[in-house]
C-alpha cells in the first residue's frame, strides 16, 4: 500500500481520515498528497475474498485484526487493524449509503480495534464537561440532545459516543465525531423545521440528517456523567433514578455500539476494564419517559437539576 495518497482528508471522532469518497457530513482536514493520516478508506474489490471466507446467508466474518460484512448488491465492507476501511461495489452501488455504514458500523468497529469504547448515543457540553444520552433506537436520544441545543448548549457527537482516556489514562473523555444530527420527522415538526429543507437517511424516508455546525463543540471533554433514556409505558412523567453498581455494567454494555462484535473481537476482557475505569469516575442515572408524549423539555430540566444539585 503506497503511503501517499492524493485526496481529501477529514477529521472525525479524533482521526485524520483519507476517504477516496466525498464525506459532506465531515469537515474538511487538509487537501493535496499527504501521508500524516489515522485511517484509510478505499474502494478496493472484495468479492473473491468474501465468498472464500463466507459461508452462505453469513452477514460477517471476524478475525484477530479484521471484520467483514455484506450489505447485499451495495457494498462488502472491511476493517483491518484499526486503520484501513475498504468498500467494494456490489450491482446496485449507492454512495450514500456506503457513507452511512461507513460513518455507523465501520467506525465503531474501528473504534473498538484502537481500544476506544463506543456509546449508542448522544453527547453534549454542558458547563465544561460532556454528558453522554443512551438508549434503545427510537428512545428519543436525538430528540433530547437537540433540545439542549435549541437552548444554547453544543453537540460533541449524535449516534456514536467515542469513549477514551486523557494522556494520564486516568480520566474518560468524549471525543467529538462530526457536525450532524439524525431527526425523525416528528422530532423536526417538535422544532419547527421543514422535511423538505434536509435530505432522508436512506432506508428510513422519515429520518433526516441534519447539519449543527453552529451548535457543534470541537475539542475532547471530560466525561460528566451518563444518562439512560428509557420509555415506558406505565409512567405519565420523566422519572429519574440513579443505577446501581452492578447494573452499571450491563447497562453501558448493552448500549455499547454494535456490541455484538466484542467477543469475537476477543475484546470482552477490555470492555468490562474499560468500563469499571469509567463507571468509577462518572454517575449514571435512568430517565424514563412515557412513550407518546413530547417529553424532552422536561428530560431536559431534569437532566440540569441533577447537574445542578450534584455542584
Avoid at 455494567?249 to 469509567?278: D, M, P, Q, V
Wanted: negative net charge.
Amino acid at each position: 500500500m503506497s503511503t501517499a495518497i492524493s485526496t481529501s482528508v477529514y477529521y472525525a471522532f479524533g482521526q485524520r481520515i483519507v476517504s477516496d469518497i466525498f464525506f459532506p457530513e465531515l469537515e474538511s482536514h487538509f487537501e493535496g498528497t499527504h501521508s500524516d493520516y489515522d485511517v484509510i478508506i478505499r474502494k478496493g474489490d472484495l468479492s473473491s475474498t468474501w465468498a472464500k471466507i463466507s459461508s452462505q446467508g453469513k452477514k460477517y466474518v471476524v478475525s484477530e485484526d479484521a471484520v467483514m460484512f455484506n450489505v447485499p448488491d451495495i457494498s462488502i465492507f472491511s476493517i483491518q487493524e484499526g486503520k484501513n476501511i475498504t468498500y467494494s461495489p456490489g450491482i446496485n452501488f449507492d454512495e450514500d449509503v456506503v457513507r452511512l455504514y461507513i460513518l455507523g458500523t465501520c467506525m465503531g468497529v474501528l473504534l473498538m480495534q484502537n481500544r476506544i469504547l463506543p456509546l449508542h448515543g448522544s453527547a453534549i457540553a454542558i458547563d465544561g464537561k460532556a454528558y453522554a444520552i443512551i438508549g434503545d433506537s427510537g428512545a428519543g436520544k436525538s430528540t433530547l440532545a437537540s433540545m439542549f441545543l435549541q437552548n444554547g448548549y453544543h453537540l460533541l457527537t449524535d449516534d456514536v459516543i467515542a469513549l477514551s482516556f486523557d494522556n494520564n489514562k486516568t480520566v474518560p473523555e468524549v471525543t467529538p465525531s462530526y457536525p450532524q444530527q439524525k431527526l425523525w420527522e416528528n422530532s423536526l415538526n417538535i422544532f419547527g423545521k421543514k422535511t423538505t429543507d434536509y435530505r432522508s437517511i436512506y432506508g428510513r424516508e422519515n429520518k433526516y440528517s441534519i447539519p449543527v455546525n453552529a451548535e457543534f463543540f470541537k475539542e475532547p471533554l471530560v466525561l460528566g456523567g451518563i444518562f439512560e433514556l428509557v420509555k415506558n409505558k406505565e409512567v405519565d412523567n420523566v422519572q429519574i433514578k440513579e443505577i446501581s453498581k452492578l447494573e452499571k455494567f450491563k447497562t453501558i454494555f448493552t448500549h455499547t455500539y454494535r456490541n455484538f462484535f466484542l467477543a469475537h473481537l476477543g475484546l470482552l476482557e477490555w470492555h468490562f476494564e474499560t468500563s469499571a475505569s469509567i463507571l468509577k469516575e462518572i454517575k449514571m442515572y435512568q430517565l424514563r419517559r412515557p412513550l407518546l408524549d413530547n417529553s424532552a423539555p422536561q428530560l431536559q430540566s431534569t437532566i440540569l437539576k441533577i447537574l445542578r444539585e450534584g455542584e
